[in-house]
């Protein structure tokens, strides 16, 4: 193994790279199909391996087991030759093992029949690096190929979208680099090439595409991009003074993205041993298992997060909403007080008189049955929820005894006053 250089070697023609910027800058290498792009990704990341430095690739066509070839790597998928099956994996364990135990990590999403699924993977473990590069703290590149599926310019932007625009804004105090890749410059969010510090442009041909690169680098370039050779690039990187013309070298390791479907391999061929001796640690608990779908609904951003003094920090925080504090406490409304609402004299005096018959007749099963009323809902203003009119019992008062009393004071005062009247 190499020892750690400031550089690393690219290019036929002796081009080099500044290898801390490679490992912890953010990147975006782009050229039209078949223009070299997935070569020189592979070509950095040989160059990469070689000096013992991790990283993570999500490969979204299953083209950078070559690698295994060469260097040991994990490789994660859904193909007999992983070394962690893909669902059987647990995001956590997966990032520790990248950073806390240097040991490079292939995602290979091609095999993933449901691409959100292979999608909501990638955002995982990614999510897991930055949380745990906060406390870990050392270089480690992710490698996305097909960025615009995951960052897309136009159409809704998914949880990676924001996941990885997180990493391009505040990966590199972790020391998280990023290096996307897309055959259409034009169909990524501009929010993330525009933070890049280094840029690949391979051929390019599409107008939408080459006005992008008119747009970033010049029209003349725009121009000379649509004549670049296979493996040849302008670069553009903040630590040049000028754009650069390069010719990336072929990368040492199997191409088999030249080859689809030909040459698959079988898992001895590309060795890879010590990586699936470490199969053990990344698949997740068997109740972690069993607890899979409850843990896709936890939102990752709820996992709590060491403070740091980071000028940029642009994590959404929960905050009360404005005027919350101005708004009374809403005083529940008294239970209605149906017996009152209902109150009706004439009514009162026909009951009044209809138990003075009932008493004075001596009509108790008529008492005992008592005399009801209806009394209306008032419980709610919507008539539509207002429930049947209540039929509610009339029970005798104490105080009737005493009315009766009156009652008959009453008859006998008028009785006196009729014989008084017939008398005179
Ligand atoms: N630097 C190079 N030197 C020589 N040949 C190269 C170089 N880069 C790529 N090639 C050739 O071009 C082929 C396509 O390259 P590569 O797979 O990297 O293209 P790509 O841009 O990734 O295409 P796609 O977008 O379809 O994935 C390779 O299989 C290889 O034969
Ligand atoms: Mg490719």
Redesign the pocket.
């Known amino acids: 193994m190499a020892p750690v250089s400031e550089t690393i070697s690219i290019g036929?023609d002796g081009t080099t790279l500044p290898t801390s910027e490679i490992m912890t800058g953010r990147a975006f290498l782009t050229?039209?199909?078949?223009?070299?792009?997935?070569?020189?990704?592979?070509?950095i990341a040989e160059e990469l391996l070689e000096r013992g430095l991790p990283l993570l690739i999500v490969d979204t066509?299953g083209?950078y087991l070559g690698l295994k070839e060469r260097y040991d790597l994990h490789h994660v998928g859904k193909s007999d030759e992983a070394d962690t099956d893909i669902d059987e994996a647990d995001p956590a364990k997966l990032a520790e093992l990248g950073l806390e135990k240097n040991v490079p990590i292939i995602l290979d999403i091609s095999g993933v029949l449901d691409a959100d699924v292979g999608a909501d993977m990638a955002r995982r473990v990614i999510e897991q690096l930055f949380q745990t590069g906060n406390r870990v703290r050392k270089p480690f590149l992710v490698i996305v190929?097909e960025i615009h599926e995951f960052l897309p310019e136009s159409g809704k932007r998914g949880d990676i979208s924001e996941t990885l625009l997180r990493v391009a804004k505040r990966g590199r105090k972790r020391g998280i680099g990023l290096l996307g890749?897309s055959?259409r410059p034009a169909a990524v969010d501009k929010d993330f090439i525009t933070q890049c510090d280094w840029i690949v442009w391979?051929r390019l041909t599409w107008d939408n595409d080459t006005r992008v690169v008119s747009r970033m680098i010049g029209t003349d370039y725009a121009d000379a991009v649509q004549e670049l050779d296979?493996?040849?690039a302008f670069l553009m990187a903040d630590w040049d003074d000028s754009i650069r013309r390069v010719?990336?070298?072929?990368?040492r390791t199997k191409?088999i993205?030249?080859?689809p479907g030909l040459e698959r391999f079988d898992a001895g061929e590309l060795g890879g041993s010590s990586a699936a001796a470490v199969q053990e640690s990344v698949t997740k608990e068997p109740e972690a298992a069993a607890d899979a779908e409850e843990d896709e609904r936890e939102p990752i951003e709820l996992t709590a997060e060491p403070v740091e003094e980071d000028e940029d920090d642009e994590m959404p925080r929960w905050e009360p909403w404005p005027g919350h504090d101005q708004i009374e406490p809403e005083t529940p409304a008294p239970p209605p007080d149906r017996e009152r609402e209902s109150y009706d004299p004439i009514t009162e005096v026909g009951h009044f008189m209809g138990f003075v018959v009932h008493r004075l007749f001596g009509s108790v099963r008529a008492a005992g049955r008592g005399i009801s009323r209806s009394v209306p809902d008032t419980s709610t203003d919507r008539p539509d929820d207002r429930q049947e009119p209540l039929s509610v019992e009339f029970v005798p008062e104490p105080e009737s005894p005493r009315r009766a009393l009156a009652l008959l004071i009453f008859l006998g005062i008028v009785a006196i006053f009729i014989a008084w009247l017939m008398m005179a």
Do not use: L, P
């Open positions: 036929v050229g039209k199909s078949g223009s070299g792009k997935s070569n020189s990704a592979s070509v066509d083209e190929e890749i055959q391979h296979t493996g040849e010719r990336f070298r072929r990368k191409d993205g030249a080859t």
